[in-house]
């Protein structure tokens, strides 16, 4: 089965801070996303990232940033978090076969809330 | 660009009783769709994806969705519901090219009454 793996599960941060998620997975995907999720928003996807060091922005890009030295890691950044960036977070992975589609696969989300 | 309308945020049914939970979907061309569950607390599992062929799609736990490309509609399905699946629903599209990047509807939260 497909792992994606979240490291941290609940996070609390103070206003400021530097903010890092980290996302692994175990089956060689070349495509890693981070969204986040968000009451009646559904979820929005922050960045993606199609292969090792190559970071495209999503739809809510601003106060974040990415890094993916390695194919199974993809890493969010909030550079100095702020408040209304208390959220869950998704990481997901997915490999590229365009005449099949792609299966998505999400880990189970962080929790991080900003004080 | 592509986008995923889900009108009922909120359904209640009955244990048993038959389910529908609708979407609806913009994209200029042949839709990838899904449909995801996700529990309290948990990340989102899939239920059923539809690429081509049959309209008709059977995913896990009982579920199926039909593909209708003159309502632009991908409406999730259950004969009977029981308590356990109580949880919120999202309908996604993928877009083709760079990373196929998911745009999901804005979720739709089942509450399962005995």
């Known amino acids: 089965d497909v792992k994606v793996t979240q490291s941290s599960r609940y996070l609390v941060k103070r206003t400021g801070e530097k903010v890092f998620l980290e996302c692994v997975q175990d089956m060689d995907h070349e495509n890693m996303f981070w969204y986040r999720q968000d009451p009646g928003l559904g979820l929005r996807l922050i960045y993606f990232s199609y292969d090792v060091k190559m970071k495209e922005k999503g739809d809510i890009p601003e106060g974040y940033s990415v890094s993916r030295e390695k194919k199974e890691r993809f890493s969010l950044i909030l550079e100095s978090a702020s408040t209304n960036q208390t959220s869950m977070y998704l990481c997901a992975s997915s490999v590229t076969v365009q005449s099949s589609g792609n299966t998505i696969y999400f880990g189970e989300g962080s929790w991080l809330t900003v004080v | 660009a592509q986008s995923v309308t889900q009108p009922d945020i909120h359904i209640t049914v009955s244990e048993g009783a038959s389910l529908e939970l609708r979407c609806n979907y913009s994209?200029?061309?042949?839709?990838?769709l899904f449909w995801y569950v996700q529990s309290p607390g948990q990340g989102l599992q899939l239920l059923l994806k539809?690429?081509?062929?049959?309209?008709l799609v059977q995913g896990i736990k009982g579920f199926e969705a039909e593909f209708k490309r003159s309502q632009s509609s991908f409406n999730l399905r259950k004969p009977s519901v029981h308590w356990s699946d109580a949880a919120e629903y999202f309908c996604?599209?993928?877009?083709?090219?760079?990373?196929?990047?998911?745009?999901f509807g804005t979720g739709t939260r089942l509450q399962v009454t005995l």
């Open positions: 539809y690429f081509s062929g049959d309209t």
């Open positions: 996604a599209v993928v877009s083709t090219g760079t990373a196929s990047k998911l745009t």
């Open positions: 994209y200029g061309a042949t839709p990838y």
